[in-house]
């Protein structure tokens, strides 16, 4: 099932994410992406009085809606920061190894793409800005005119997989050299031009936007750091839930997920005694799934979700 959140955000694969949370009417949990909270609205409905929910958002307008939509619901709480902070945020609250569940919904909401003034969307023209979090960090015009060109060529071969990356940042860092790009319209003309053939189907700064929006928000790093701190954060058998939209967003998960669930022998193999194994941190739970026909029918960009649950071991 699918839903449609007030404020036009679809939550991806919300039965799934709700089951693999196998939440308990007293426990805590943390909802790591609140967006606009279809998410937090499923795990709400299934705690009861003495339950709790932890929410996160480097988006001030996601956190704004929070603060609106759920103002009176004494179990909830948000907090305004990336969930890179999350063990610190955590610790503040007392709450380290107690967390019976934690959710990631992995990339933009649709509020971000959709607003034009955010810059994210090559559809509409606006700043070219991208960042999640507009109090911090650079603007993706402000990344684009202090990047060498072959940073911004890796960026988009990297998380784009832009066949032309090197024509497309040539020309960025041309023409950022005479007037700089301001716009994403702009830019999309630009990537347009340098692009000598197009994808059917597809428009030829798909990939380019999608590759800076990644950069600019440090996506993948954000992912790489809050996953470690998830294994202090969980209480004994808490549920790590992860829906992501990027092949190497998933992989940085699938590989953490499948180090941690396994049995590792850690004595060199020339030593005639077997070691005692390291006690595993996780147990996985269930196989990779993926979006169900009729979510896919309803929400297109459920396509490219794939989520991923794991269980904390007892220490
Ligand atoms: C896909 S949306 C989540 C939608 C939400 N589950 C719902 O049902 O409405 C992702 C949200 O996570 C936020 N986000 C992405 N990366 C983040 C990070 N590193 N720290 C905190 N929030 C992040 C984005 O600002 C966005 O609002």
């Excluded at 007030?6 to 939550?11: D, K, V």
């Excluded at 004595?267 to 070691?275: E, L, N």
Aim: hydrophobic share 40%; charged share 25%; glycine share 6%.
């Amino acid at each position: 099932m699918t839903v449609l959140a007030a404020a036009g955000h679809y939550s991806v694969m919300l039965d799934e994410a709700i089951e693999g949370l196998a939440i308990k009417a007293d426990g805590v949990y943390i909802d790591a992406t609140y967006g606009r909270g279809g998410h937090s609205q499923a795990i709400l409905s299934r705690l009861g009085p003495d339950g709790r929910l932890l929410a996160f958002d480097r988006d001030s307008e996601a956190v704004a809606d929070a603060r609106q939509r759920l103002a009176d619901d004494q179990r909830f709480e948000i907090v305004h920061s990336a969930f890179g902070n999350l063990s610190d945020v955590v610790q503040q609250q007392g709450l380290l190894g107690k967390v019976d569940g934690l959710l990631f919904d992995l990339g933009v909401s649709s509020p971000q793409i959709d607003s034009a003034e955010r810059g994210f969307s090559f559809r509409a023209d606006g700043p070219l800005d991208m960042r999640m979090d507009q109090s911090q960090g650079q603007s993706a015009a402000q990344w684009l005119q202090g990047a060498e060109e072959s940073e911004i060529v890796h960026v988009l071969r990297e998380y784009g997989e832009e066949r032309y990356a090197r024509r497309i940042a040539r020309s960025i860092v041309a023409r950022n050299e005479q007037s700089p790009l301001t716009t994403t319209s702009q830019l999309r003309d630009l990537i347009i031009e340098a692009s000598p053939r197009q994808e059917r189907h597809k428009d030829p700064a798909t990939r380019s936007f999608q590759a800076l929006r990644i950069q600019v928000n440090d996506e993948l790093g954000e992912v790489k750091r809050v996953l470690q701190q998830a294994l202090s954060v969980l209480a004994p058998a808490g549920r790590l839930v992860v829906i992501s939209f990027h092949s190497l967003e998933d992989r940085i998960v699938k590989r953490f997920m499948r180090k941690h669930s396994r049995q590792v022998d850690t004595m060199p193999r020339d030593i005639p005694f077997s070691a005692p194994a390291e006690p595993n941190a996780l147990k996985l739970i269930g196989k990779a799934c993926s979006a169900s026909k009729s979510e896919l029918s309803e929400n297109s960009r459920s396509r490219s979700a794939i989520l991923r649950v794991a269980e904390r071991c007892p220490c």
